[in-house]
């Protein structure tokens, strides 16, 4: 695994987002409206070749491969390519974990039609992912370094699609493995808990930066 | 949770389905692409005002809510808008779950850019929503329908980004539960193993028709 400096300053950093922000969020509007629209068929196969030509326009130079994890120097990271909190990822819808003083780890985000599975539901799978994420943060929010081992999601009742919260903390130590508990609610209270075992490489020996630990995933 | 039907004949389903697949796997080109552009500033700008154009006419006419799940009369399930399956969804990669004569379910799939965490590599979170989906089709294979319980996923090593497959099948009945079993691998072999509890409701009094048993999610 490659992470990749970029040996950027922070105005630099704020003129990116500002400009790959906007785009990804109108990337996620189309997912939704792809998904839900009824226009006739002649409309769908027009803004199907506007998009084809929108790619074309995009990948006329573009990375290699995936976008990768990004440090600057002064090591803050930029994932911004993640599944659950990339800015440029449209598939994340983001998730963004704000750590707290006392180590727990929460996100408020809203989950819409792209991510359902039973009607009007988020899919299982969906709740499993977000919670895998924020275990992961939370796990490392003690600037020792880890990576998850195994996490086990209980589902209590079906997540409504809509506003939602989820929160995880560290809840015991031993030896190299750390055990996290999280869980996500709807408007209703939890809908599913989880728990992780989160193992501290045996190549680690020094705390990390503070900011590095962010980007797990 | 309600479902919907519609009745449509078999060809009408073949229409629609050649009319939305192309369209959704032009925006998951899109997705990629917006991740991994390395355009200049006025292109990307301009792309977005072209995309927010096509949203505005997708939305002009659109469902209400989330897509749903929907039925034929025949029962013919059209989890179209599913987060991990549906053809409509641009967020699924998609899998294609396929159900073996043995009640074995398997899919081999693709994941790209949109499905990073550590660099090169799929999310974690990513790992355990497909397989999720994977146990939950395996858990209903023997078209006794089930919910998920729990699922846990124990991770061998990271899963490169590429071509993957996954695998799941029923190894235990007890009363109401069964006890699901799947893995994911990569070229290099297994990368994520996982095992679930799938619960029988108490409703439940009779074999469900086989075709609405492979939307689960």
């Known amino acids: 695994m490659e992470f990749t400096l970029e040996d950027i300053s922070d105005a630099e950093i704020a003129r990116r987002r500002s400009l790959y922000e906007p785009l990804t969020e109108s990337v996620?509007?189309?997912?939704?409206?792809?998904?839900r629209t009824e226009v006739d068929d002649d409309t769908i196969r027009e803004v199907q070749r506007t998009?084809?030509?929108?790619?074309?326009?995009?990948?006329?130079a573009q990375t290699d491969g995936p976008y990768g994890v990004r440090y600057?120097?002064?090591l803050q990271g930029m994932p911004w390519g993640n599944a659950?909190?990339?800015?440029?990822?449209?598939?994340?819808?983001?998730?963004?974990?704000e750590r707290q003083d006392d180590g727990t780890v929460t996100a408020d985000f809203t989950l819409g039609s792209a991510y359902e599975g039973p009607p009007g539901c988020a899919h299982g799978g969906v709740v499993a992912m977000i919670?895998?994420?924020?275990?992961g943060d939370a796990g490392s929010a003690d600037n020792v370094p880890c990576y998850t081992g195994t996490i086990s999601v209980r589902y209590l009742r079906p997540t409504a699609l809509g506003t939602l919260h989820a929160q995880a903390r560290i809840v015991e130590r031993d030896g190299r493995k750390k055990i996290v508990r999280g869980s996500i609610s709807d408007a209703e209270g939890e809908t599913a808990t989880a728990e992780g075992?989160?193992?501290?490489?045996?190549?680690?020996?020094?705390?990390?930066?503070?900011?590095?630990?962010?980007?797990?995933?």
Do not use: C, K, Y
């Open 197 to 217: 075992v989160f193992i501290v490489p045996r190549s680690w020996d020094g705390p990390m930066p503070r900011r590095i630990t962010s980007t797990e995933g």
């Open 131 to 135: 919670l895998d994420h924020i275990l």
């Open 72 to 74: 600057t120097a002064d």
């Open 51 to 60: 998009l084809d030509t929108a790619v074309q326009s995009l990948r006329a």
């Open 84 to 97: 659950v909190i990339g800015l440029r990822n449209a598939i994340a819808p983001p998730v963004r974990p």
């Open 28 to 35: 996620r509007e189309l997912i939704d409206a792809a998904i």
